[in-house]
């Protein structure tokens, strides 16, 4: 139980938040109403909104995680209350063994239909369409994994998009289908991530697969060789979680946090000139959604060696700097 004098915010959360499978959220205005009371009882000058928001960003008001974000930057942050502070203890939850946590790898690892509807979403980056009817799909929002979304599945908020996707990693590297000896410290210098170089590492390293594993092998699993890529490059001082919302199957949006620094990433598979410069549209869109002017455009083309026109170049357009690579 919340300890005698503990803050209103606590209080507020703790009939709802101990209850992992309950079937409801807090929204935007109600994570506001409850920074709002704690803001009335320490004066630390809290940007509410903004807060609210960015909590929700990677929670989707989710009570128990929106509990752990709030106690983590209020007992370990030294009340941190900023943008930074949030990033930071995701960064933390992310490393934590926990119950919740816990119980997603269970179902996951108990129900092959659900890992692999999962995976579908997630990893391969298909269309599902939400019917509760459906026996899995019923099964992922019993457990609370997955959402509705426009009509299609989801998984349910951003910080069990990146839990899953991390065990998903460790599943393939148990395969021994991550090979690379490129380091952190390849990319990183003085705490700045380069992100064109990582591309570049990437397409080296992918070149040197491409003829060891089958077309079909490279078309299902070349988006969790990426991400399997980067994940020790951003590991212990950033994240990435994929947009989901955004997948089809031409399309994977991925948004890495490096320390200040955001990239924002698309891949794709290669459909032609035409998909190609549908895919510099909606990535130069997405940007101004995310009041960006730099993003990467990864591709992943499956014909035969002579057909390829592998690129790595920097293109402008629409005001927007891409780094376009086809591997």
Known sequence: MPAEGESKIYNSLWNIAVDFD??????????????????????????????????????????????????????KLSKNW?????????????????TLFDDIFKNLENNV?????????????????????????????VYGIIRESNKCISV?????????????ISKDEENNRRITGVLQNDVVRDGIFDMELCLRKFSEF????????DISFLEEHGRLLFLSFLKPLVNGQGFYHIESQFTDLRRMDIVVDFGQQQFILELKLWRGKKYQAEAFSQLCGYLESKHADTGY????????????????????INDKKIFFVIV
């Not at 591709?299 to 690129?311: A, S, V």
């Open 113 to 141: 239909k659900l890992y692999e509807l999962i995976y579908d979403i997630l990893i391969i980056g298909k269309h599902r369409l939400y019917s509760i009817g459906n026996p899995t799909v019923n099964l992922g929002v």
């Open 206 to 213: 992918y070149a040197e697969i491409f003829n060891k594993h």
């Open 82 to 98: 900023t943008t930074d502070g949030i990033q930071s203890t995701v960064q933390t939850l992310l490393k934590e063994k926990n």
């Open 22 to 75: 309950i079937d409801m959220s807090f929204n935007p205005a109600e994570i506001s109403t409850m920074l709002s009371d704690y803001e009335t009882d320490h004066q630390k000058g809290l940007n509410i909104k903004e807060l609210a928001d960015k909590i929700y960003d990677y929670t989707n008001g989710y009570p128990y995680l929106v509990s752990k974000i709030c106690k983590h930057i209020d007992e």
């Open 297 to 316: 455009l990864l591709t992943f083309d499956f014909r035969k060696e002579g057909n390829k026109d592998r690129k790595a170049e920097w293109i402008e």
């Open 156 to 168: 349910s908020n951003r910080i069990f998009e990146m839990v899953i996707c991390d065990y998903f």
